[in-house]
């Protein structure tokens, strides 16, 4: 079993049922025995099926008959020190309803205490330090339990029972309201922090993986003033709000979505946006999606009660940086965008974004797994026979570590590129290491030659390197997500990617297991027209396909016209310095985007594509088509999908109406494509991986016509389709290919 709180659950059950024995931990297993009449121990067994404690995970139950030896009571016996006790730090968690129930009640000594908890909920992996896990490992460790904490900490009985966080207002963390300059705001600090939310200021707020910055989500003074100041143009806020009616207010909330909202991970749930939510139209720009929370410390309860309405509540940071965590730099990053500060004296010790679920197709697809997921351990395919760390890739980055038949994901990194995350990301690596008692042998890492990440893994002496293409990872990823091993197609769409033939890939349809791969088709590559800022002017990628097309002197068309450098760039295409090329499926997306005037540059990555994707007339039923050039690998002509939008808008369709056939078209491609590769030989099951199938509208299109004709779909749930999933992915594959005999050893 996996979890907290199993022990005092068992000894609760086994004492209610007058049972003799005791409960104790044994390795990865807890071990009870138990003797008395077996109508009871019957019993004893159901509860241990359906009443296991919230966070407690039951994987399999053994039993076997002994001779009772007249045991009266029930206890647990502690662990053996010293003994090879499994690690388990186990993921934050949502308030229980017990916990919220002590905090509503005036008559107990929690009433109104931000920080309750109990085995049950609360902090758990951003304030644990070392292992094992226990208060003295946590950033709890200065705080000293008063006697009434003491007791119930002592008492196998209780809910609280060796809650390492365990604290109440005499004894733990105290909240403060501050003002830019660090002085006292008044002596309560959360009616203080709510009367200034509800007077269109900011306020950061300290929570439980690092600061938000929190603004009255239906103001648009105030998210207009959040918006500049943290100079995050369009990229979409996330909101809080106090249950699940006011989630419904907002948006369109399925049985799926619910479950998540609900879920003690407490992620951030992206859904259809009603339009007649009543936010300010900054929340989030040029989407008909909202992501919404519930709140998941008490913290936020007390806020949501005192404000009663939706709360943006995003990462307190300035644009691409990471999210600030300790207090004296929050207060110094974050003055000049907050306008007041509800800090409190718990550190955190690692900083963890809030984690974000999208559903797609009826099943939820994991954007960010950060946050209440992680470390939840996740089970490999293959046994890793060494110790394995894997570097991860860039953008949006994580780390993994695995040994066994067990690989734990960090939390999301974020991008390398930025000194303070690249600061983050020695930490974290170092941070697994050590809570995972672990010493890598093996350490996978991305092809890129420029990746911080690959310069990392190389650094390192007396391991064996195992370098991963990025597009296999993406496709071992979202294997390992379906527990699957045998050969699919991978169909691996992403922004770009470092290619076995040191070309950018990232349109690409692989036949690969855990070991390797083939690259049996891709699209057909363009430029990307001034390297690095292709990537942040779509316009440059419709420039490619134009001139491709033949169409650079087209003045009929409005990108054409509207752009001032449009002679520099076909200058440029000519030249030498034209830019690498890329098979990238994502760049094709915003190739298009611009090409329809969706959007001519980006301030976020994959923006182009996210606007596109919210442009499409769910009533249209045209498609374009891609053919193929070669058979038995092959090329993909993605300049016909592109100028067939190029022709319908010069037809006069709308740009909704295009935007739809376009994804309808790209989604009979990868259809078609694998039903080729099916019948060259290939196999019969696709797994859909890279950044570009976060799309609702793509991956609902493919999963449905990849049924249709009769194929299995993996598809990721656990962990992101994105570059967040890359680590796990070479996790796998360092793992399989160890295995396999095919890894050498280095050269030192
Ligand atoms: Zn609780
Ligand atoms: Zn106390
Ligand atoms: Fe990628």
């Excluded at 500049?228 to 909101?239: C, L, M, N, Q, S």
């Excluded at 991305?446 to 990025?470: I, K, W």
């Excluded at 390297?531 to 169409?551: F, K």
């Excluded at 094709?588 to 007339?617: H, I, K, P, S």
Aim: aromatic share 6%; hydrophobic share 45%; charged share 25%.
């Amino acid at each position: 079993m996996q979890g907290v709180g199993f022990r005092p659950f068992v000894h609760g059950v086994a004492t209610r049922l007058g049972l003799g024995g005791w409960v104790r931990n044994v390795g990865a297993a807890v071990v009870i025995e138990v003797e008395g009449p077996r109508e009871r121990l019957d019993e004893l067994r159901v509860a241990l099926d359906r009443e296991t404690p919230a966070l407690a995970v039951v994987q399999t139950i053994e039993t076997v008959d002994i001779e009772p030896v007249g045991r009266s009571g029930f206890e647990i016996v502690a662990s053996e020190r010293g003994g090879r006790e499994p690690v388990r730090v186990t993921p934050d968690a949502a308030t229980c309803p017990e916990c919220l129930a002590e905090i509503a009640d005036p008559d107990g000594r929690r009433f109104g205490y931000a920080f309750t908890n109990c085995t049950n909920c609360g902090p758990r992996f951003t304030i644990v330090e070392n292992v094992p896990y226990d208060r003295a490992r946590t950033t709890m460790s200065s705080f000293e339990m008063c006697p009434a904490c003491r007791a119930e900490y002592s008492d196998p009985s209780d809910r609280r029972f060796h809650a390492q966080p365990i604290c109440c207002p005499a004894c733990g963390p105290t909240l403060s309201l501050v003002d830019r300059a660090g002085r006292s705001l008044g002596s309560d600090p959360v009616g203080g922090a709510a009367a200034l939310l509800l007077a269109d200021k900011i306020v950061a707020m300290k929570g439980l993986g690092g600061y938000h910055l929190a603004a009255r989500a239906r103001s648009d003074e105030a998210v207009g003033a959040l918006r500049t100041r943290k100079r995050r143009d369009d990229k979409p806020f996330a909101v809080m709000v106090p249950d699940l009616d006011g989630a419904s207010a907002l948006c369109a909330v399925d049985g799926v979505a619910k479950a998540l909202l609900r879920d003690a991970a407490r992620p951030i749930v992206v859904m259809p946006r009603r339009v007649d939510s009543g936010l300010a139209s900054a929340v989030a720009p040029h989407t008909g999606e909202l992501g919404v929370m519930l709140p998941y410390t008490p913290l936020h309860t007390l806020i949501m009660a005192a404000t009663g309405e939706p709360i943006v509540l995003t990462s307190a940071n300035v644009s691409d940086e990471p999210i600030a965590f300790r207090d004296d730099e929050a207060l110094d990053r974050l003055s000049g965008i907050a306008d007041a500060f509800l800090v409190h004296d718990r550190p955190i010790r690692t900083r963890t974004d809030d984690s974000v679920v999208r559903v797609v197709a009826g099943e939820p697809m994991m954007l960010r797994r950060s946050r209440g997921y992680v470390p939840t351990a996740i089970r490999l395919p293959v046994e890793a026979r060494r110790p394995i760390l894997a570097c991860g890739a860039e953008l949006k980055n994580t780390i993994t570590v695995a040994h066994g038949d067990r690989a734990v994901v960090s939390h999301h990194i974020g991008d390398l590129k930025n000194i303070e995350t690249h600061d983050s990301y020695l930490d974290a690596v170092e941070h697994f290491e050590r809570l995972f008692r672990m010493t890598p042998r093996l350490v996978a890492h991305d092809l890129h030659p420029d990746y911080l990440s690959t310069a990392f893994a190389q650094r390192l002496r007396g391991v064996d390197l195992v370098p991963v293409q990025h597009h296999h990872a993406h496709i071992a990823a979202c294997m390992v997500d379906n527990e699957h091993h045998e050969p699919v197609i991978g169909v691996a769409f992403d922004g770009l990617g470092y290619g076995s033939d040191h070309t950018l890939w990232g349109g690409e349809f692989l036949v690969a297991d855990l070991v390797d791969f083939e690259r049996v088709a891709s699209f057909e590559p363009r430029p990307l027209l001034g390297g690095d800022a292709a990537m942040r002017e779509p316009w440059r990628m419709a420039a490619a396909y134009l001139i491709a097309a033949g169409e650079a002197e087209a003045t009929d068309v409005d990108l054409i016209r509207r752009q001032p450098r449009w002679a520099d760039i076909v200058a440029l295409s000519r030249s030498a310095l034209a830019g690498p090329t890329t098979s990238s499926a994502g760049r094709l997306f915003d190739a298009v985007a611009a090409l329809l005037g969706v959007r001519d540059t980006v301030n976020y990555e994959g923006q182009a594509a996210v606007e596109l994707e919210q442009m499409v007339d769910s009533h249209e039923r045209g498609a374009y088509a891609a053919s193929f050039d070669g058979y038995e690998t092959f090329s993909i002509r993605g300049g016909e999908l592109f100028a067939a939008a190029l022709a319908d808008l010069r037809a006069g369709i709308g740009v909704r109406r295009i935007a739809a056939r376009f994804h309808a078209g790209v989604a009979g491609t990868v259809i078609a494509a694998c039903v080729r590769i099916r019948e060259g030989g290939g196999p019969s099951t696709v797994a859909l991986s890279g950044g570009v199938f976060m799309n609702r509208v793509l991956t609902t299109s493919v999963v449905t016509g990849l049924d249709v004709h009769g194929f299995r779909v993996l598809r990721h749930r656990r962990v992101p389709p994105n570059d967040g999933g890359v680590s796990l992915g070479q996790a796998a594959i360092a793992a399989a290919r160890d295995q396999a005999g095919a890894v050498t050893s280095p050269t030192l």
